[in-house]
C-alpha cells in the first residue's frame, strides 16, 4: 500500500460509458465497437470520499496483504494412486499463467510418483483442437484443460468423457469446482468476484477513497468483460472514486493499441488520473512505454494494480516499482499440486476437494524480491495426504 500518501484532491464529474454500462447483455455488445475508448458518465458524487466504505477495504487489503497465512486447504484424501498419466494441454505455454500452472503439475507429479506429458495448442483454435484430439488418442489418466474453454473442443470432451478420462480445468471455466456442461471434474481458479472485489478494495483503499481511475478490459471475452464489470461495480461503492475512462483493448491487439490509448488518456486527463485497474497484468507492460515516454514517475501516480495472474514480469515492475503498484497473482505452484490431488480424488472415487485459494496482493512491500507468489504449507499438506 501508499498509505503515507496525501488524498487526492476531488475530481469533477464524469460520464460512465454507455456501451460499458451495457456491457452485459450480448446485443448491445455486438453494437459496440471493438475495442473501442469510452467516456462514463458520472459514477460517483461529492467530493469527501468514503469513510465507511474506505474502512473496510483497508482491512480487506491489510487481509490480503499478508504473507505468512497458514494453509487452509484439505488436510485429509485418498493415498496416491500409483503409476498414472496426465496429459496437460496448454491454451499456449507462452501465457505465464498457463505455463506457471503446468510447472507446479509437474513438481507435483513428481513427488507422487507420476508422469505428465504437456501439449501446446499455440494459442489457435485449430492448435488447441489439434492438442486436445492427440491428448485424448494417448488415453491417459487425466487431461488437464489448461487455460481454455473447453467448449471450444465439445468433441473431444466428449470423446474424453465416453472414454472415462477425468478432466480438470485450470481458468477453464469462470468459476471454480464441478462442472456438468461441459463435464469437468473440477476447475481449480480463484473466485473472480474475489479478485474483482479487492483490486477495487486496494484502489479505494489505497486512494484514501479519492480517485481517478482507468479500467481497461477485454470485452471479447466474457470472463474478463465479468471481471471488469465487478470491478467497476465495487469502485461505484465510494462516492470520492470517479471512473473516467474503461478501456476496451481486446488482448490480442494489446501490444498495439495500450501505448496509444495510455498516450490519450494521459492528454486527456492529466493529474486527475490517480489510479489504473486491468483486467490482466499484461497491459501494463505495454503501457510502460507510453508512460516513460510522457515523462511520468514510475512509481506513479498513476498507480496501477492487475487484477489477473501475477506473472514473473508483473511482479518485476511491482518489485521495481516501475509502472506498476500492486499485482493479485494466482498461486501457481499450488494450484498445479491441486491439480494433481484432485485428479488423485477422482481416480481414488472420491468427489473434489472444493478447495479455492484465497486472494492476495502483491507489492514491493511484501513480495520480499520474490517474482510470483508461492504460499506456504500446501507441499507438506499434499505430501501427507499422499503418504509422500
Not at 474475489?194 to 470472463?223: M, Y
Not at 511520468?296 to 503498484?325: C, L, M
Not at 481416480?347 to 476437494?353: N, Q, V
Amino acid at each position: 500500500m501508499h498509505g503515507n500518501r496525501s488524498a487526492i484532491p476531488g475530481v469533477p464529474k464524469v460520464r460512465l460509458a454507455i456501451c460499458a454500462a451495457l456491457l452485459a447483455t450480448a446485443t448491445v455488445l455486438a453494437g459496440c465497437e471493438r475495442g473501442s475508448s469510452r467516456d462514463p458518465v458520472e459514477s460517483a458524487t461529492g467530493p469527501s470520499g468514503c469513510p465507511a466504505v474506505q474502512a473496510r477495504a483497508q482491512a480487506a487489503v491489510r487481509q490480503a496483504e499478508q504473507t505468512d497465512v497458514p494453509w487452509d486447504g484439505p488436510t485429509g484424501g485418498p493415498r496416491a494412486v500409483p503409476g498414472r498419466t496426465l496429459v496437460y494441454v496448454a491454451q499456449t505455454m507462452t501465457n505465464p499463467g498457463v505455463a506457471g500452472a503446468a510447472q507446479g503439475v509437474r513438481e507435483a507429479a513428481r513427488v507422487i510418483g507420476w508422469s505428465v506429458r504437456v501439449i501446446d495448442g499455440g494459442g489457435t483454435p485449430a492448435g488447441i483442437q489439434a492438442a486436445m484430439s492427440e491428448a485424448v488418442a494417448l488415453r491417459p489418466s487425466g487431461i488437464v484443460i489448461g487455460g481454455f474453454d473447453p467448449s471450444s473442443t465439445s468433441g473431444q470432451v466428449a470423446r474424453a468423457d465416453e472414454e472415462g478420462i477425468p478432466l480438470v480445468g485450470w481458468h477453464a471455466l469462470a468459476a471454480p469446482g464441478p462442472s456438468r456442461r461441459p463435464e469437468l471434474f473440477t476447475n481449480v481458479t480463484t473466485r473472480v468476484q474475489d479478485v474483482a472485489g479487492v483490486s477495487a478494495r486496494w484502489i479505494i483503499s489505497d486512494s484514501n477513497g479519492r480517485a481517478g481511475v482507468v479500467l481497461i478490459t477485454d470485452a471479447s471475452i466474457p470472463f474478463a468483460r465479468n471481471k471488469s464489470e465487478l470491478i467497476r461495480k465495487e469502485l461505484a461503492t465510494c462516492r470520492g472514486v470517479k471512473l473516467l475512462a474503461y478501456e476496451n483493448i481486446p488482448i490480442p491487439d494489446a501490444g498495439s493499441r495500450t501505448p496509444r490509448e495510455i498516450s490519450s488518456l494521459l492528454a486527456r486527463f492529466g493529474s486527475r488520473w490517480t489510479h489504473s485497474v486491468a483486467i490482466n497484468d499484461l497491459y501494463f507492460a505495454d503501457a510502460a512505454p507510453a508512460f516513460r515516454a510522457a515523462g511520468e514517475k514510475g512509481s506513479g501516480p498513476p498507480f496501477n494494480i492487475g487484477a489477473g495472474d501475477g506473472d514473473p514480469s508483473a511482479f518485476q515492475r511491482v518489485n521495481s516499482r516501475q509502472y506498476q503498484a500492486a499485482t493479485v497473482p494466482e498461486p501457481l505452484s499450488l494450484q498445479g499440486w491441486q491439480i494433481v490431488d484432485e485428479f488423485n480424488r477422482a481416480l481414488s472415487g472420491r468427489p473434489a476437494s472444493g478447495y479455492v485459494a484465497p486472494v492476495h496482493i502483491a507489492t514491493a512491500d511484501n513480495s520480499g524480491g520474490a517474482t510470483t507468489w508461492d504460499p506456504s504449507g500446501y507441499r507438506e499438506a499434499y505430501r501427507k495426504i499422499w503418504g509422500r
